[in-house]
């Protein structure tokens, strides 16, 4: 449920792109620093992901 910012980025190689864990019935995680500007992603190169080239594909939201 950390913040952070990747800015100017290149992810190439992995299997899968960006998940960000959204858990239910809790006030602060990954989703929320998202959703409030603590977890940015900026002009960032994705290439070579395995599981696609689409926003669907290389940004997901989870729930254990």
């Known amino acids: 449920n950390a913040g952070g910012k ?17 858990i239910p019935d809790q006030d602060q995680d990954s989703y929320k620093q998202f959703v409030d500007g603590n977890l940015a992603i900026n002009n960032c190169v994705f290439y070579n992901i395995a599981a696609g080239n689409t926003d669907a594909d290389l940004f997901t939201i989870s729930q254990p």
């Open 6 to 22: 990747y800015n100017n980025s290149i992810f190439s190689g992995f299997g899968r792109g960006i998940d960000i864990e959204d």
